[in-house]
């Protein structure tokens, strides 16, 4: 079975920077077009970046110009570069598919807060 193992949150000021890592169990990174979501509390898990197969990436306006997703196949793993971070960034983010179509990791948790 799949399993996906998002790292790299915390606590971080305004203005900072942390960079998400998302692992996967078995060897799917190759097939799926991939995406960062993540989920305020009381808010629905909304995407906040895409990367295909190739590297081609797209994001909402929301986090365009701050946020960069890239990927490693050969490592499984997915990247989420994450800058100028603002208050409302602050949720429990996660990778899956894009569209998500695979088991749920447990996320990790990023917090803006002075």
């Known amino acids: 079975q799949v399993q996906l193992v998002e790292s790299g949150g915390g606590l971080v000021q305004p203005g900072g920077s942390l960079r998400l890592s998302c692992a996967a169990s078995?060897?799917?990174?190759?097939?799926?077009?991939m995406g960062w979501y993540r989920q305020a509390p009381g808010n629905q898990r909304e995407l906040v970046a895409s990367?295909?197969?190739?590297?081609?990436?797209n994001y909402p306006d929301s986090v365009k110009g701050r946020f960069t997703a890239s990927r490693d196949n050969a490592k499984n793993t997915v990247y989420l570069q994450m800058n100028s971070l603002k208050p409302e960034d602050t949720a429990v983010y996660y990778c899956?598919?894009?569209?998500?179509?695979?088991?749920w990791g447990q996320g990790t948790q990023v917090t803006v807060s002075s």
């Open positions: 899956n598919s894009r569209p998500a179509v695979l088991p």
């Open positions: 078995e060897y799917i990174f190759n097939y799926y077009p």
């Open positions: 990367i295909t197969n190739d590297g081609n990436t």
